[in-house]
């Protein structure tokens, strides 16, 4: 199967440096920058780092920029408006899922435009086959390539699989420079979920990670490139750099940066909707509302009929770190728009303490056994199985299994992957 994002929602109605994967660390690689208490925030993205650094890791270079509009500064400039200013010689950007400027909503991108504020190409990435984007690399004729965008921890959250795309036509192409400007994971560092299995392979999972990969992008790059690039036809990358972020380590979760929140997509609004999406996102698969066309979206979950007894039976189950409110509410767009819903609204009353995956799990289970009216989203329940990445969730849901065997059948595999990923690791703290 090879679905993505953009085909789903259209059917649907909606909307190595020296070595390879060898890191660049803040104080060594890029050198002379100003460390992080200096600044007065304790975490400093890649992007701070080099950017302090005067883009000396790009001097030379022919530069092409994967990016987005969380791709900026810590005083909010975008990296490439920045990199324009300081004479980088950039030749291209590359926009993935909603755009460069971010101008589009969910399975749509930007067409190929030139951006009116820097006169810079901007190449559609979104869905490109690696030879498309090879030739997209040729075409502008650069040598290095720039990943800087905010992932929130997901595998079926796109922007991951963007950059993977990236790195094997980097490779294809031949003696790129790949750099990622890393950042911290919103999520943490912590790993959960059900890993991705063969047969299960599309645009919101590529290779098989857990469903909450509890890594950076940066970390992510390392891994692909030492388990996945060979196995996909392609040489491994030789110059792969992570610009590493500073002063984040794998227990901080995003409401450590609220400040610093950019929405990486329309309805990615808060940290509180990140925490949340790992497990409410298999909303998606149901014929409920997951809250797209509300203000809350992925917070807000219901349908029309669904009712009081489910946040009173999910508050019954005392989940760690969140509560459950009767909620009604109305989408103006996107799965039930226009009709009330009942439902609730997921409260974080403890975001450490909150495991999504466990949570959306328990709100699957309980209404499936509250609810003879409980349907998938006219596939099947083929959504389902691209978003846990094999069919066993929905044949233990349909089974009637209770949300504890389901949350146990993956503890195998997914201490399998923490293993695997172990090596590749940059930040301190536990997986």
Request: aromatic residues 10%.
């Amino acid at each position: 199967m090879n679905i993505s994002r953009r085909g789903l929602f259209g059917a649907a109605g909606v909307a190595a440096a020296t070595a390879a994967g060898a890191a660049v660390s803040s104080s060594a690689a890029v050198a002379g920058t100003v460390p992080a208490a200096a600044t007065g925030r304790p975490v400093r993205t890649g992007a701070d780092i080099a950017a302090g650094d005067k883009w000396r890791i790009l001097s030379g270079r022919r530069v092409g920029v994967i990016t987005n509009p969380t791709g900026v500064l810590d005083d909010f400039t975008s990296i490439v408006d920045d990199m324009i200013a300081r004479g980088v010689d950039l030749r291209a950007v590359f926009g993935p899922e909603h755009g460069f400027r971010g101008t589009a909503q969910a399975g749509e991108a930007e067409e190929t435009f030139t951006d009116p504020r820097t006169g810079v190409t901007v190449y559609d990435a979104y869905g490109a086959t690696v030879t498309k984007l090879a030739g997209f690399f040729t075409t502008a004729a650069i040598d290095t390539v720039v990943f800087d965008i905010r992932d929130v921890g997901v595998r079926f959250y796109t922007y991951i699989w963007t950059m993977w795309t990236a790195m094997q036509a980097a490779s294809q192409v031949g003696g790129l420079r790949f750099i990622v400007l890393d950042r911290p994971n919103p999520l943490g560092g912590r790993a959960r979920g059900p890993v991705l299995q063969q047969g299960y392979t599309s645009g919101v999972g590529l290779l098989e990670i857990s469903q909450q990969h509890g890594m950076t992008v940066g970390e992510l790059a390392r891994f692909f490139n030492a388990t996945f690039m060979e196995r996909a036809g392609q040489q491994k990358l030789t110059d792969l750099q992570v610009v590493k972020a500073t002063g984040w380590h794998r227990q901080m979760v995003g409401p450590d940066q609220a400040d610093r929140w950019i929405p990486p997509s329309p309805n990615m609004p808060t940290p509180q909707t990140a925490t949340l999406y790992p497990g409410t996102g298999m909303v998606e698969a149901t014929d409920w509302s997951e809250g797209r066309g509300t203000t809350r979206p992925f917070e807000l979950i219901g349908a029309p009929y669904l009712d009081h007894r489910w946040a009173e039976a999910l508050n019954a189950r005392n989940l760690p770190g969140v509560q459950f409110r009767e909620a009604y509410f109305t989408p103006i767009s996107s799965k039930n728009q226009g009709k009330v819903c009942g439902g609730v609204q997921v409260h974080i009353i403890d975001a450490e303490k909150v495991d999504a995956i466990e949570v959306g799990t328990h709100m699957l289970v309980e209404a499936r056994r509250i609810y003879p009216e409980f349907a998938w989203r006219g596939d099947g329940g083929r959504w389902i199985g691209l978003l846990t990445g094999s069919g066993r969730f929905q044949q233990q849901l349909e089974a009637g299994a209770s949300a504890a065997d389901i949350i146990a059948a993956w503890q195998p595999e997914l201490q399998r992957f923490r293993d695997d990923t172990e090596p590749h690791l940059l930040y301190g703290g536990p997986r």
